[in-house]
């Protein structure tokens, strides 16, 4: 990025071979993008994967507010990007690019963490889970609006139509399709209205599910995450509507 764009790092800095990005346990108040070079990720002095350019670390300290889990050290010359938390949701809005970028890294590095896990089922089996049931037209996500909910479809007559501004932009239909989530996490705005097309059911989670759904069902967020990523794909810089 250059150097006057309102995007710009808070900090670049280059560390050697063996220099610590982050310990495990420390407060981590920021996330890093790694420019260039390669980091060893660790977890109670087990190697759990390596990151290279453009992949991201420390954004799961950020969400949680809880410090590190592992130790970032470079393993070769490195230079890391350091951003504040605020900075994702900067990036979703003014360059979606580098959102995409930031996504498709989480996806590669669920991928690497899952990799070793046969088919898991796509059932979800958390306490507390709430099932609602929405009429034909009726709305389970109003455009402009702020919730601490995300959702995931149970089951659907007609689907549920996806617009934005008046205009009809999605549909999501299948089963097990999440939704909300951009918003729930970033705590920002819906960007589209989802509407039920005959009778729905929805499960609802609330943000403080995420941790388990992580914990307990890595292939649920490596899923979550693929649908971030198409969003992405799709979303055109200055009409990011396929966002909710």
């Known amino acids: 990025m250059g150097q006057d764009s309102p995007l710009q790092a808070l900090d670049v800095r ?3 071979y063996g220099g610590v990005i982050v310990r495990e346990g420390d407060d981590c108040t920021f996330f890093y993008v790694v420019l260039n070079g390669e980091v060893q990720v660790s977890e109670r002095g087990k190697n759990i994967r390596v990151l ?3 992949d991201i670390f420390g954004l799961e300290s950020v969400v949680f507010r809880r410090p590190s889990s592992y130790t970032v050290r470079a393993i070769t010359e490195t230079r890391v990007a350091t951003y504040a938390p605020d900075a994702l949701d900067r990036f979703i809005r003014e360059n979606p690019r580098m959102a995409l ?3 498709s890294s989480l996806l590669h590095q669920l991928k690497e963490t899952t990799r070793t896990l046969a088919d898991a089922s796509s059932e979800l089996a958390l306490e507390g889970v709430r099932l609602s049931f929405y009429a034909d037209g009726e709305k389970i996500i109003e455009e402009g ?8 479809l149970v089951s659907s007559e007609g689907g549920l139509r996806v617009t934005s501004g008046g205009e009809e932009i999605a549909w999501i239909r299948k089963p097990g399709e999440f939704f909300g989530e951009m918003a729930c996490f970033l705590n920002v705005p819906h960007q589209a209205t989802v509407t039920s ?30 649908i971030l990523v198409e ?4 979303l055109k810089p200055r009409k990011p509507k396929t966002l909710h």
């Open 52 to 54: 290279s350019a453009h």
């Open 197 to 226: 097309v005959g009778e729905s059911a929805v499960e609802v989670y609330e943000f403080s599910d995420i941790e388990l759904i992580a914990k307990d069902n890595p292939d649920l967020v490596l899923q979550m995450m693929r």
């Open 231 to 234: 969003r992405l794909q799709d």
């Open 145 to 152: 609006g702020r919730g601490k909910d995300f959702f995931r």
């Open 101 to 103: 970028s930031i996504l």
């Open 14 to 16: 280059d560390y050697p």
